[in-house]
């Protein structure tokens, strides 16, 4: 099974910074690769899908990066609504999906 | 607009079982996959299964496998997703989640599953 690593497993940063975190998979995946936002007490949301593609409505201070093992995600310009977990997940390895442990991101 | 309505909280005892619905609306049922995923308290995110409506065709995680049925009901354009032998390690807020093109892009509001004597 294709197991996925995120790091770092939290992070704090202000408003404005530029923030990275990193998804690793175990074993090459291409760009099978989504991204997801959940707010607290919330469901979690599409960001990014097939590694670098923005969902609709989703603000273009997202952007995700990556191939094969690495990926990133990086959030430009912190805002306060950018609280939240953040996971990867693969679908490389169909008909499963796997999602990374999560970071959760705060200000 | 695209929605997916699920059922309400549920209180289980241990060695019980309990069905979770997940109803859909503002798009054609049949189109899309439906995949559950489960969170348990202050956890992460773990991936169950996945079912398409228009074929019954079903896939289970290894984890919950001997013990989940997934099923959808095309009439009502709602899924529902069975998990028996509950166990006090399966309380968690059960999702469940449209699949697109292999991205889960609508989601359920979550429904809290709690097992306990």
């Known amino acids: 099974d294709i197991q996925m690593t995120q790091s770092p497993s939290s992070l704090s940063a202000s408003v404005g910074d530029r923030v990275t975190i990193t998804c690793q998979a175990s074993?090459?995946?291409?760009?099978?690769l989504n991204w997801y936002q959940q707010k607290p007490g919330k469901a979690p949301e599409l960001l990014i899908f097939?590694?670098?593609n923005l969902e609709a409505g989703v603000t273009s201070r997202f952007t995700g990066r990556g191939s094969g093992t690495d990926f990133t995600l990086t959030i430009s310009n912190l805002q306060p609504e950018d609280v939240a977990t953040y996971y990867c997940?693969?679908?490389?390895?169909?008909?499963?999906?796997?999602f990374g442990p999560g970071t959760k991101v705060d200000i | 607009q695209v929605q997916l309505e699920q059922s309400g909280s549920e209180v289980k005892k241990p060695g019980a079982s309990v069905k979770v619905s997940c109803r859909a609306s503002?798009?054609?049922?049949?189109?899309?996959?439906i995949s559950w995923v489960r969170q348990a308290p202050g956890q992460g995110l773990e991936w169950m299964g996945w079912?398409?409506?228009?074929?019954?065709?079903?896939n289970y995680a290894q984890s919950v496998r001997d013990r989940v049925t997934m099923t959808t009901e095309t009439s009502t354009s709602t899924a529902y997703m069975e998990l028996r032998s509950l166990r006090s390690d399966d309380t968690a807020v059960y999702y469940c989640?449209?699949?697109?093109?292999?991205?889960?892009?609508?989601w359920g509001q979550g429904s809290l599953v709690t097992v306990s004597s």
């Open positions: 989640a449209r699949v697109s093109l292999l991205h889960f892009d609508v």
């Open positions: 503002g798009y054609t049922f049949t189109n899309y996959g």
């Open positions: 079912i398409s409506p228009y074929t019954g065709k079903t």
């Open positions: 074993q090459d995946i291409r760009k099978s």
């Open positions: 097939d590694a670098s």
């Open positions: 997940q693969q679908y490389d390895n169909l008909p499963l999906f796997t």
